[in-house]
């Protein structure tokens, strides 16, 4: 009796905090999206414009809407939102606007509602009822993929550890940022699919039913659609099913598996190569293998010449600089892994991966961005990692140890979206490392200036 009444007190706390977390979570982002009047920018409007231009157009289409957005549009507020040439096309996948469509259509009813009872409101796509219900749909999907997270390490390493270790990355990694600020861009939506796919591959017995197989290779594509990064984490289910005991008969068994999940992420997948045919004329065509020679390289990938430091400690958007709690989660990986857990070498072997490409990127440093946005898809390994080291504090002492480097590493990341917001830090162009250190004791007054001087 006495057990599972502090079991029901420490669930309580757990959801009481997790509660808090969304709250904050989403009055960040209605705060600034009142700020600014508007939800999707940046390139977020590369996946907003599409879907916008299939309901209202029926095309793929898109210099009506950035038209649009390079105009001051003051029926809406907010001004300019592009300054670059009109695109005819949108060089983003088409997953995000498919996935997010739902709260799209909610929007619409809702700005029909809103002119049908006398409110000055245009019904077209392009108003913020859209973008707030858009955005709103990103942010349910960001937190579900968390508490994904959250189920799978409290599976391995309990309650207090698991919900430590997503508090932490949650708010002390660049998704919070994904998640508040840029909503309309696709690392929240990412993260979910991805979260969902190594929860699926690691925590549930999937390689002896087909319906699972097909379940699994749907979100597999469904990811790639959203980011065609993730398409490297198919590795998972490969090592899963590599690292496992098999005889002659098994090892057909998991051939066949394996073809039945890579058949269903093709078949996915398969959607983008439509959109390419319908905008290029072929399905070899994508923007994205074709930026870097445009910008006077070679190539858009150098796989020869990674440049695996600068991604991880330089100041232009390295990742365990801008966010060093990553450094001790992947820390706490890599431990594991030593001592030979096979789950945990499969999520690291996902996430070097991840590096390499980033890396061989000729953009390595992620464009005008908050710290290192390409990992948004690798949450779940993080906390995987994190809260291994957590479930090792069994003191009270070492408890509060986790808890105040947890606590320190949170204001870190939220000074420094303060700083990038403020103008203290530029968003393109690398930082050093002293002046994001001597910042943190400025950007509170910094940031209220640059509020009231709007």
């Not at 909610?106 to 002119?115: D, M, N, P, Q, Y």
């Not at 799978?152 to 508040?180: D, E």
């Not at 290779?217 to 398409?231: D, E, F, H, S, W």
């Not at 939220?414 to 490392?433: C, E, N, Y």
Request: proline share 3%.
């Amino acid at each position: 009796m006495e057990i599972s009444k502090i079991n029901n007190n420490q669930e309580f706390w757990i959801k009481l905090i997790f509660f808090i977390a969304a709250l904050i979570t989403l009055l960040v982002f209605i705060g600034h999206f009142s700020l600014v009047r508007f939800g999707v920018f940046s390139d977020g409007l590369g996946y907003y414009a599409p879907l916008r231009s299939l309901f209202f157009d029926g095309n793929l289409n898109v210099s009506d809407e950035y038209t649009f957005y390079s105009q001051s549009a003051s029926h809406f507020g907010g001004g300019i939102r592009w300054t670059y040439p009109i695109p005819q096309y949108s060089k983003y996948t088409i997953g995000m606007g498919l996935i997010l469509s739902p709260f799209f259509i909610i929007g619409h009813f809702i700005a029909v509602l809103l002119k049908t009872i006398g409110l000055n409101i245009l019904t077209n796509g392009l108003t913020w009822p859209y973008e707030l219900l858009y955005c709103l749909g990103s942010i349910f999907f960001g937190l579900a993929g968390l508490f994904i997270c959250y189920k799978g390490a409290r599976l391995r390493y309990g309650p207090w550890a698991a919900s430590l270790a997503v508090i932490g990355i949650w708010f002390a990694s660049p998704l919070t940022y994904y998640l508040s600020i840029e909503s309309s861009m696709s690392h929240a939506l990412s993260q979910f699919l991805i979260s969902l796919f190594l929860y699926l591959c690691l925590f549930t017995s999937w390689e002896n039913r087909i319906s699972k197989q097909i379940y699994l290779g749907i979100v597999l594509g469904l990811a790639a659609l959203v980011r065609p990064q993730n398409i490297l984490f198919s590795v998972v289910p490969f090592l899963f099913l590599l690292f496992q005991k098999q005889s002659k008969d098994t090892a057909v068994k998991r051939i066949r598996s394996l073809f039945i999940v890579g058949i269903a992420t093709l078949i996915v997948i398969s959607i983008q190569t439509i959109v390419y045919q319908i905008q290029y004329g072929t399905v070899l065509t994508s923007p994205y293998l074709g930026e870097g020679k445009a910008t006077g390289l070679g190539s858009s990938f150098d796989w020869l010449h990674p440049k695996i430091f600068s991604v991880l400690f330089s100041g232009f958007h390295g990742l365990f600089i801008w966010h060093p709690l990553l450094l001790i989660a992947v820390a706490g990986l890599l431990f594991c892994s030593l001592k030979f857990s096979k789950k945990d070498i499969i999520l690291l072997i996902a996430f070097i991966l991840q590096v390499y490409l980033t890396a061989s990127w000729y953009c390595w440093y992620q464009g005008t961005c908050f710290g290192g946005r390409m990992f948004c898809n690798c949450v779940f390994i993080f906390v995987m990692g994190l809260a291994f080291l957590w479930s090792k504090c069994n003191t009270r002492l070492m408890k509060s140890i986790a808890i105040t480097i947890t606590a320190f590493f949170i204001l870190w990341n939220f000074s420094l979206m303060l700083q990038l917001k403020s103008g203290m830090i530029p968003a393109d162009k690398p930082v050093a490392f002293s002046m994001i250190a001597v910042n943190h004791f400025k950007v509170i007054p910094a940031f209220a200036r640059h509020i009231f001087n709007r």
